[in-house]
Every structure is written in structure tokens, then in C-alpha cells.
Nanobody, 122 residues
Framework: QVQLVESGGDLVQPGGSLRLSCAAS????????IGWFRQAPGKEREGVSC????????FYADSVMGRFTITRENAENTVYLQMNSLKPEDTAIYYC???????????????WGQGTQVTVSS
């Protein structure tokens, strides 16, 4: 059974940092792509970052470029999203999803975690 579990979300002040984790079970993580998406109230789910099975291939939304970093720890079967210089507009529920290849279309991701809340506010 494929399972993804996000953790690490919290309340943080603007300019602060968080590290989100996506822990995988039921499959070998390094054979698939993992994407981070976020969804704010009243908005559609949008892509934030993605890492393909090859760690040479990573992608970032323009809105987070230079602030967020996606990494893979194969020994822990976990993907991380390091978020620095957080802004109020980063506030959302963050989800990780499983796909065969990175995509900005959430419909290409067949499995999702339950989400973790990130709130950026003073």
C-alpha cells in the first residue's frame, strides 16, 4: 500500500524558515517523482516544487525560486522541502504527491499525503 505522510508545518513569522518532510512507504521512493503542492482557502492546488527519480532534475515555481529547496534522503525514504524567507502568501496546506515524472499538473500525481498546515503571520 502506497502511503505518503507530510509533517513539519507550523506557524512562523514572515522571514522565518520551516522544513517540511514527506515520508513514503509501500514503494521505493527513488524510482518515482515527488512533488510539493499547496492549496490556500478558495484556491486551486498549485505546484511548488518537484524532484524526479534523478536528483539532477528538480523544479521550482517562480514564486519560491531562491527561497525553497527540495531534497531527497533515500536512506530515510523521505523528501524534504526547506522553506526560507517565508512570506504571508506562502500560507497554505502543503501536500506531497507521487508521480512517474515531475509535472505542474496535480492530476498527474496518483497518491497524496494528508497535508500539513503552514501559516506565515506576524
Amino acid at each position: 500500500q502506497v502511503q505518503l505522510v507530510e509533517s513539519g508545518g507550523d506557524l512562523v513569522q514572515p522571514g522565518g524558515s520551516l522544513r517540511l518532510s514527506c515520508a513514503a512507504s509501500g514503494f521505493t521512493l527513488d524510482n518515482y517523482a515527488i512533488g510539493w503542492f499547496r492549496q490556500a482557502p478558495g484556491k486551486e492546488r498549485e505546484g511548488v516544487s518537484c524532484i524526479n527519480y534523478s536528483e539532477r532534475s528538480t523544479f521550482y515555481a517562480d514564486s519560491v525560486m531562491g527561497r525553497f529547496t527540495i531534497t531527497r534522503e533515500n536512506a530515510e525514504n523521505t523528501v524534504y522541502l526547506q522553506m526560507n524567507s517565508l512570506k504571508p502568501e506562502d500560507t497554505a496546506i502543503y501536500y506531497c504527491g507521487l508521480a512517474y515524472v515531475c509535472s505542474w499538473d496535480p492530476r498527474h500525481f496518483g497518491s497524496w499525503g494528508q497535508g500539513t498546515q503552514v501559516t506565515v503571520s506576524s
